[in-house]
């Protein structure tokens, strides 16, 4: 069996070149993944796995989607760069079918959902002249100041206080409380259509409605984050089509351009104009993200991923409702955003699922088993999935070892 020693020595060489040199900030899984192909990825040993991290979020559209490869190489070959000081070609299309399909009329370019989420309180602020702002429990909303500062979690606030001041937060999914908390002063109300690193837990549509109704009346603008669950995952291009929802202004990223990195505020051409230079980025709106963009979602629409995502999902989930284990309180998800929340840690029988199973799944809070598989997974991998879920959650971890 020569090709086993020779196998590890690849993942171990890799994993000490970055641990000598990476910042130490994540926690890493003894795994290196070199390559992927739709829903399947595989690491530096040549093992196959049945992905459902999905990039965090990023993967929507499967990895080494051909589509957006090829748009990429070509835009490569044409532009990569070009600063908004300059128009161009790609971003102003990037820019129409992002309105198109959100139905705002408005888009800054940016490159991350952090950064879309700081742009969106600016532009709050500078929109309403206001400084308050209205974020829920479990809400996350990603690391930079601004951002971090509507996140919930203490565990990634306390180390950097003081944050940006003004930001409340309020139980999820509970109106009298959201009611209570916003004033003539607030800015704006940031609200996840489903949490998602919260836990996967999805807003009741009279809660994100009585959301919007709230800041309608006392002048708010309604700020939605769909980093995680926009560009097809819960069954529409965005999640918050599902209800009767128009929001002021929309944070988008993660799968927005198949993979690269992107982030976009969208907001509505009622709210007024931004004033010249009051805010911008080196990097935003260039052309290999913009065409990779473009690409991502024509392959979206062709290839009809927010039907799939809801019609698979459906199924993932009720299939998963009915494994009987005593670890499992509660299945919920909405599309292909699923998650299994446990009486126990959720990251030893995420281990096992790799380790046995060879399935990729990630955490959502401590509880949490969270599924986010591309959503050109076929449906065969998803019942392999159900199955080593089954086996995984029926036999106690304290029992295996
Ligand atoms: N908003 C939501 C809802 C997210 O899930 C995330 C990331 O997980 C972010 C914002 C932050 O995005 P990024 O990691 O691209 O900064």
Redesign the pocket.
Same mark, same amino acid.
């Given at each position: 069996m020569p090709s086993q020693p020779v196998l590890s020595t690849k993942t171990t060489a890799i994993q000490e070149m970055e641990n000598a040199h990476t910042s130490g900030v994540y926690t890493k899984r003894p795994l290196a993944i070199v390559r992927g192909e739709g829903a399947h990825l595989w690491d530096a040993d040549g093992r196959e796995y049945i992905d459902c991290v999905g990039g =965090?979020?990023a993967a929507n559209l499967g990895h080494a989607n051909p589509a957006v490869a090829e748009a990429i190489a070509a835009q490569a070959r044409t532009l990569i760069s070009c600063p908004e000081m300059f128009y161009n070609d790609r971003r102003a299309e990037v820019e129409q079918k992002l309105c198109q399909i959100s139905g705002l009329e408005r888009v800054f370019l940016c490159n991350?959902? +952090?950064? $879309?989420?700081e742009g969106a309180i600016k532009f709050a602020r500078l929109f309403t002249g206001r400084k308050e702002f209205v974020a829920t429990m479990r809400g996350?909303?990603?690391?930079?100041m601004g +951002?971090l500062s509507a996140t919930w979690e203490k565990k990634y606030r306390e180390p950097f206080e003081p944050l940006v001041p003004g930001f409340k937060h309020v139980p999820y999914n509970d109106l009298e409380a959201l009611d209570a908390a916003v004033t003539d002063q607030t800015a704006g109300v940031i609200l @996840?259509v489903v949490q998602? @690193?919260g836990g996967v837990r999805p807003g009741s549509a009279a809660y994100l409605e009585g959301a919007q109704a709230i800041c309608r009346k006392r002048g708010a603008l309604l700020i939605i984050? @769909?980093? =995680?669950?926009g560009f097809g995952r819960t069954g529409r291009m965005f999640a918050h089509q599902r209800y009767n929802l128009q929001p002021d202004i929309l944070?988008v $990223?993660?799968s927005i351009a198949g993979g690269l990195?992107m982030?976009a505020v969208l907001y509505s051409s009622r709210l007024g104009e931004l004033p010249p230079q009051v805010h911008g980025t080196t990097f935003g709106g260039n052309p290999l993200a913009a065409a990779a963009s473009l690409a991502a979602i024509q392959y979206l629409e062709d290839h009809h991923l927010p039907e799939r995502a809801e019609t698979l999902g459906t199924r993932f989930m009720e299939q998963l409702q009915e494994i009987n284990s005593p670890l499992i309180r509660e299945v919920r998800g909405l599309g292909l955003m699923v998650g299994i929340e446990l009486k126990q840690k959720a990251t030893p029988y995420l281990m096992a699922l790799m380790a046995q199973h060879a399935i990729l799944a990630l955490p959502a809070g401590l509880t949490v088993m969270r599924f986010l598989p591309p959503l050109v997974i076929a449906s065969q991998d998803l019942d392999q999935v159900v199955l080593a879920v089954r086996d995984v959650l029926t036999h106690p971890i304290a029992e295996r070892e």
């Open positions: =965090q979020g991350s959902g +952090a950064e $879309a989420n996350f909303h990603g690391r930079t +951002a @996840e998602g @690193e984050d @769909e980093v =995680q669950t944070c $990223a993660k990195p982030g």
